[in-house]
Structures are given as structure tokens and as C-alpha cells.
């Protein structure tokens, strides 16, 4: 079965890849530094709890308005406009605007997240590149849901 899918860099899709990493990854981290801050470092008259819950908020807030003008900045310097080409052999990258087909193996995808009739796919990059497909039918999904049980074999 052969999928393809066009991809194009945009400043929602930039976030929303930038979203996917904080929720998955960085959150945690955020929350643990909060807690550690506000048990050595409480709010004068608040709790350690409260302290640390508004630590946290503010650190969100700060975190979230970089990420969101990370992803304005990414998606006008490094434009993609490209379909994804998937196979069960390999993912081929099809550049629209210069013509270029890349050519990866399925050992160029780190990570294959399934959900609501959607697949997040976090490439093995320099740079953490989530690529989000939603949209899909069900022969797609399950294609995707096929290959994820194939890579973690």
C-alpha cells in the first residue's frame, strides 16, 4: 500500500509540532523545576503548592509565547512544501517546489504516534521535526498502525 500525504510548513503547523514535543517532554521537565522552586524559593504568603502552580503557570506562558514565535520565525526561514510518499519499504519526500525526491527508510522515523485518526511521526533529525498527519482514512491508519508494530519489533 502506498500513502501520500502533502506536508507544507506553516506557522499552525509549526506550533502544533512544537506543542506535541512540550506536552510529550518538556511539561514534565517544567513541572519538576517548578516544584523544586517553590519548595526552596515559596511566593511570600502562599503555599509551597500555590507557589509552585504559579511558577509553573508563568514559566508556561513564557515557554508557550517562545515556541509560537519559534514557529513564526521556522516557517518563514525553512519553508516546506512537500508530499510524503509511504510505502512499507520507505518514505520518500517529493520537494514540489524544487523537483527533489529524498529517499528514507523507515529507520529516518524515530517515533509513530497513533491518534484519534491522526499519526504523529517524529523523524530522526538534527532538529526535532514532528510531522502530523491527520485526515486519515481507515486503510491509512491502519497501514501506519501496521508499520508502528513493524519498528518496534
Not at 517546489?97 to 522515523?109: D, L, P, Q
Request: charged share 25%.
Amino acid at each position: 500500500m502506498k500513502v501520500v500525504k502533502p506536508v507544507r510548513s506553516t506557522v499552525d503547523t509549526m506550533f502544533r509540532a512544537k506543542l506535541y514535543i512540550f506536552f510529550s517532554r518538556s511539561l514534565w521537565i517544567y513541572l519538576a523545576a517548578c516544584i523544586v522552586i517553590a519548595y526552596f524559593q515559596p511566593i511570600s504568603n502562599y503555599s509551597k503548592p500555590l507557589s509552585a502552580a504559579i511558577y509553573f503557570a508563568c514559566i508556561s506562558i513564557i515557554a508557550l509565547s517562545l515556541y509560537y514565535l519559534s514557529a513564526m520565525l521556522l516557517a518563514k526561514k525553512k519553508p516546506l512544501n512537500a508530499n510524503l510518499v509511504f510505502d512499507e519499504d520507505s518514505v520518500a519526500v517529493d520537494h514540489l517546489a524544487t523537483g527533489e525526491i529524498e529517499i528514507k527508510g523507515w529507520n529516518w522515523i524515530k517515533k509513530i504516534d497513533l491518534r484519534n485518526n491522526g499519526v504523529y511521526l517524529v523523524a530522526k533529525d538534527k532538529r526535532r521535526m514532528v510531522i502530523f498527519l491527520d485526515r486519515l482514512t481507515t486503510e491509512e491508519f491502519d497501514f501506519f498502525t501496521r508499520i508502528k508494530t513493524t519498528l518496534n519489533k
